[in-house]
């Protein structure tokens, strides 16, 4: 089904503007983006201006360095101890849901994890956080996708801040005074699966346990600009798109602003349907890019996820191990399609509800 709007949360949607614009660069024969070689003159040109585009949008600061990798956000659940522990053999982690699990679950192979905090619903204060000193490194996922939970406010850590931000880096402005290392697979709010960025404070470079294989040590691939093997090009070129066409509309301050205004709207008609809807997350942590809520009689989930199918309403079915219903909304996701959505609860609310 094609008609409609999709709010998934594995993979956001691209702008008609940017996937037309994507469309007629996958034409067939010579120059077509499909088989651009990554060793030519043009790619390094693309590479360049999608890492110069970046720069200006989140202010990196030049003592970062932008990796662009394949593997996908996962395989950095793994490359982040090999690459950061150094002689440490200690991690803190925050748990604030789904992701922060696998991360933590996958450092556990390779360090000795401490839990930083855990925050099931709420984001408790930095001063309720325990970072343990010896710590290489504490590692934060800003935006749980699963849970609808978001690190809007970034502490000052006494060691550095790694960020898992695949579901709101660009959504959000940075501060990379607090920030080491930025990660992030690109499909949901950077442009289409298969790149993952990673943004490095180059002091941390060099620290990679020698059994790491080469491309995946950061030192290595910031040394070859990213093209010891073959990057993702097609991915690359999406993305390049992707942040020109954010750069065009003001930039991350309004993919911020409009990231605010729509989550609230969603989270004011789940306010206004209160019999009918429950929102699990405590007010100030709730996430601007995936709201999260269940049916206060959960036998209706089925019900709502039907009926927001037949309004063309798609993708909208919770984490297989949360439940209950999610909203994404992601940089390209339409305000037409929000507009549709709110209406929808509070239509769905008024019919169903206690
Ligand atoms: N981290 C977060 C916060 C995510 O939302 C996801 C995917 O949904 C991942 C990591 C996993 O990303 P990938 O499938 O690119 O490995």
């Not at 930025?182 to 941390?204: H, M």
């Not at 066409?245 to 206004?272: N, Q």
């Not at 984490?319 to 549709?340: E, F, I």
Request: hydrophobic share 45%.
């Amino acid at each position: 089904n094609v008609s409609g709007f999709s709010f998934s949360a594995a993979a956001g949607p691209l702008p008609d503007e940017v996937a037309a614009d994507v469309a007629a660069a996958c034409r067939a024969g010579r120059g077509s983006v499909l088989s651009l070689p990554f060793t030519s003159p043009a790619f390094r040109a693309l590479q360049e201006e999608t890492e110069a585009c970046l720069r200006r949008l989140l202010a990196i600061p030049d003592r970062f360095r932008v990796l662009f990798l394949a593997g996908g956000a996962s395989a950095q659940f793994a490359l982040l101890p090999l690459n950061l522990l150094g002689t440490a053999r200690q991690a803190s982690y925050v748990d604030g849901g789904h992701w922060s699990r696998r991360a933590i679950a996958e450092a556990r192979r390779y360090a000795e994890v401490s839990i930083a905090v855990q925050a099931s619903g709420r984001i408790p204060d930095v001063g309720e956080w325990r970072v343990d000193p010896r710590a290489a490194y504490c590692h934060v996922t800003s935006n749980e996708t699963a849970d609808g939970l978001q690190f809007r406010e970034l502490p000052v850590l006494p060691v550095p801040l790694v960020a898992d931000m695949t579901s709101d880096l660009l959504m959000r402005p940075l501060d990379f005074a607090r920030l080491s290392l930025v990660y992030a697979g690109a499909q949901k709010t950077i442009g289409t699966p298969g790149l993952t960025l990673v943004i490095v404070d180059e002091r941390l470079l060099g620290r990679a346990r020698p059994e790491t294989p080469r491309v995946m040590d950061y030192a290595a691939q910031a040394a070859a600009d990213s093209r010891l093997c073959t990057p993702p090009v097609f991915p690359i070129f999406v993305a390049h798109r992707m942040l020109h066409w954010i750069e065009a509309r003001g930039g991350v301050a309004v993919m911020a602003e409009a990231a605010r205004r729509r989550s609230d709207a969603v989270y004011a008609a789940l306010a206004e349907g209160a019999g009918t809807y429950v929102m699990p997350v405590d007010r100030a942590s709730r996430s601007h890019v995936n709201p999260c809520f269940r049916l206060a009689d959960e036998a209706q989930t089925a019900l709502c996820l039907q009926a927001a199918e037949a309004a063309g309403l798609h993708d909208l079915r919770g984490h297989p191990d949360v439940g209950g219903v999610r909203v994404s909304l992601y940089n390209g996701v339409a305000d037409a399609a929000v507009d549709a959505l709110v209406a929808f609860l509070r239509a769905f609310a008024r019919r169903h509800g206690l």
